[in-house]
């Protein structure tokens, strides 16, 4: 599942190509992806302002009428911009196979740009969603997302108050958006093995210095994921030659029975938060 790196990535790098385009036609293969009745209308003759992202979110604000193209990846949803048969893709990235040929049987929505340019929304599991809000319902949907983790406000205090009175596990807690937007499974895991803390602890049972390290890897992390052009388990390379590499990072993800890279413990794999959760019984207590 796409996180606030992934997400990030391809926000960054669509800004570098879409700014400006214009929509000359718009193609809905799946109508249940589309949740909004004048999502072709608005599109056509619209064009891109520019990419923007909030938690996992992905806004496309456009030039007319105030209004914005949302993208929720959720699972396995890709976003993927093809000009002159080069592509820039983000989002999902377990399987890009089906990037070879465009469209396929997962391109559920293709924007055509006219310089002749596409955007498609491809996705394998398809709950993925795709919506056209107006200035005030953006702001509404905005709101339904905590702070984000790379801003300034988010710092150890605000994380103190954020977690007061709160009885859930710290994982549970960092997966939940609306108190922290944009962390998932990988990123989570990460932190905690990070931050030295169990993925089971609760909340209330932190100490004022475990949650200025949980505070403190979240940012770490992330940033580090960002400039790894975040975690894909593929060869996929881009359009300009990029590739996500934080895969050569993870020091605790997707590790489960292999030794800890800092004390050599096997590391646990267990269920947390109704996900697999992988840490070190040693070092994270
Ligand atoms: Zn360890």
Redesign the pocket.
Known sequence: MPELPEVETIVQDLNKKIKGKRISKVNVRLKRIVKSENFVKVLIGNSVKEALRRGKLIIFKLEKENNYLLVHLRMTGQVIYQQNNRITAGGHSDNNDNLKELPNKHSHVIIYFTDGSKLFFNDQRQFGVLKIVNAKRLQEEKKKFGIEPLSREFNTKYLENLIKNKKKNIKAFLLDQKYIAGIGNIYADETL?RAGVSPTRRVDSLTKNEIKKIAESVKIILKKAIQARGTTFNNYVDADGNQGSFVNFLKIYGRGGKE??????I?KKIKVAGRGTVC?????K
């Open positions: 093995f800890c890279k800092k004390c050599k413990t590391l070190c019984p040693k070092c994270q």
